[in-house]
């Protein structure tokens, strides 16, 4: 299994960008994705997820309003639009693929066969 995170760069505050993962080794359809950052000195967060028909949809409450997660099945990849972006949304991004997603008000985890692609870098400036 594969993921390949791209779409990363250098933003003012404000500013919007979208990041896409492409998926390859399984059938993409059949799985739960999701993004997650890690900030430099701090631990990788959640920041949202997806099912696997897209029907369902989580998020961060830092980014509640401001990011929307999507996915299109037919070409193996999942988005994540990031419109007015603030400085604290600078960090390395990472997707990843698992069977489900386990969610509370602490936010989602992926379970079974999680596998986890390479970080695209969002710098936000103020």
């Known amino acids: 299994v594969q993921l390949q995170a791209s779409g990363g760069g250098l933003v003012q505050a404000g500013g919007s960008l979208r990041l896409s993962c492409a998926a390859s080794g399984r059938t993409f359809s059949s799985y739960a994705m999701g993004w997650f950052r890690q900030a430099p000195g701090k631990e990788r967060e959640f920041v949202a997820a997806?099912?696997?028909?897209?029907?369902?949809?989580y998020y961060a409450d830092s980014v509640k309003g401001r990011f929307t997660i999507s996915r299109d099945n037919a070409k193996n990849t999942v988005y994540l639009q990031m419109n007015s972006l603030k400085p604290e949304d600078t960090g390395d991004y990472y997707c990843?693929?698992?069977?489900?997603?386990?969610?509370?008000?602490?936010?989602?985890?992926?379970?079974?066969?999680?596998?986890w692609g390479q970080g695209t870098q969002v710098t936000v400036s103020s």
């Open positions: 990843a693929s698992g069977v489900g997603l386990d969610c509370s008000g602490y936010g989602c985890r992926l379970i079974k066969s999680v596998y």
């Open positions: 997806i099912s696997w028909s897209g029907g369902s949809t």
